[in-house]
């Protein structure tokens, strides 16, 4: 792999953080122990960094070769009175010197020492080095370094607009032929513009609302700036703005994306382990979109549209198909706050002590599914043209997989912004999905379960989140700590069941199974299969939790890290342990709770030592 470094590049982000505090029952002091806390802060609204970025060039192989070529954007950027306050604040600290400190520093020349010069250049000169860059083509060459193929990359990379990728298209290098594109449109408004970049206020979760910031007078009503600010927008096309429409492909079709801002009927309470707050009667909004509908056609052939609708609702009932009444499945995984007005860390000592905190740039919502949405929806429909009715349902908060307290704290007052024992990662899997015809009749059904393997005391990793505030004029500290547990278990999938409905007869049905055991490090020992040609009824073994089927094939997995002679302990001791060695199949007939099993087919995989890894060296089987 090679790489190199580009121009350095500015995040930046705007961030108002302000806090007070009482000492002793005393006035409120902010952290330079004055009486008076400045808004939005001594360094203006904004906050970010400078970062040095390395991109990828080139993946080298013996017979190959990968290159990514790039090129700075001219697309829009950063406007100078982003930087112009946080500068002007070091300058302030320096004895107002006229030289920018702190993050542009490293814009000026530099010596290899990394001493760098400052002096009174314009700052639009500085900031002009600082350089964005976009991806231009991906080459694949063969071994001669000829190129056998390409992928160009075409942008709107203009200085007015955000960059926003047009086309994807593929040339043959042998005789540079190129294939039509793929090509993306993005919704846009006649009036309507996206804000520039620090430019707006945005909703709880960071999405576009149409509140742009008007001056730093927007911050100074802490209690009621979610309210005025932050709320959703009432309008979908604020949130539509800039994103995907359209794609059309190389053969010609068309797909077109219909978008809708995400809803929720059920919230987390602020302390998320203890629940949700009572459903909503009506549905609320929350930031960003979901797909609404996706139609696929092609415009030179005389067929319909492909059409899929999308519900994120509970109840839905398919043969009688209600989509607007049924409130929305979607649960919001956490409540918007900015003011904590009475906040008590732990004082080591013999005194009282507040403090009074505003943030834009607030720990909650500490919002999160497995996918890490502020959102997750329980259940969701999907009507297709062509074949009927599709409801999916996932786990989630309400169907119990909420996340844990932490371990402890040290905080006489205790807040849901804190670390916690999070199960996002058992969120978002697939519980079942269930076909209907057009006319309601149930077609099929597939369900999964799941398990977490180990215990989360044995797999996980204890954690801990510390702070000591040293009290200004004083030798007085505060403290403030939480243990939480950093969850290393695997959740995996080891039940799946699907039933195939006869039309003519729908209590008639058919069914296959499949039932998956696991080692303690994860690795799959026994997959279990059976159907409705082998058995139809399902029999308990004695010990075993899992019904299983009275015939049924098993396919039993062997490991390297399963024997201890030969080559295998070198194997182990280089971590090489992931493929199979041996893979055995049997019938398991059960009969008055005894399994007897009949050898189906076996196969083994040798592997020598070569040039200190290790390579198949043949395959037995029967």
Partial sequence: FVYERGSFIAQMNTSVYNRQYSFGGGSFLDVYCSQSSSIPGMNGLYNGKLISPIYLKEINADNFKVKFESS??????????????????????????????????YLYNCLPTYECYEDNRPLSTLLNQLQWRKLDRIKIQDGGASTIKEFEFTYNNISTERLMLQKVQEKSGYNSKKNPPYE????????????????????????????????????????????????????????????????????????????EAHTYSKELKLKRWDGLEPTFTSNKIAGGTRIKEIHSY??????????????YINGFNPESPDTTSVLSSGILGGKAQYWWPDYQPKAKGSFTYSQKVFSTQSVIPATENSLGSHIGYTNVVEWSSTNGWTIESFTNFDNGYLDSAPEGYLQETTTPYEPYNSKAFLRGKKLFTKVYLQNGSPASKTEYAYTALGSLDNNSARSTKVLLTQLCNSGNVVLEGTAYLLSTQKFLPTEETTYTYDQNNPSKYSFSSKITDYKSNGQVKEVHYTDSKTSSVKVPITGSSTLVYNRRNITAYKYPNDYTNGIFPAMIAKNIIAAPMEITTSLATVNAGSAVFTPLKWQKVSYKSVNSTYLPEKVESR
């Fill in 72 to 105: 700075p954007t001219t697309e829009l950027k950063y406007t100078e009175d982003i930087f112009s306050a946080y500068i002007q604040s070091w300058n302030n600290d320096y004895n107002n010197i006229g030289t920018t400190i702190d993050i542009l520093t």
């Fill in 184 to 259: 993306f449109l993005y919704s846009d408004d006649p009036i309507l513009k996206l804000p520039g970049y620090g430019k707006s206020h945005t909703d709880h979760w960071g999405y576009n609302n149409n509140k742009l910031i008007s001056s730093p007078s927007d911050f100074s009503s802490v209690a009621n700036y979610g309210d005025a600010y932050r709320t959703p927008p009432t309008e979908l096309k604020y949130y539509l703005l800039g994103s995907l429409k359209q794609i059309k492909y190389p053969t010609g079709g068309i797909t077109k994306f219909w978008l």
């Fill in 298 to 311: 092609d415009p030179n052939i005389p067929y319909p549209t492909v059409i899929k609708k999308y519900y």
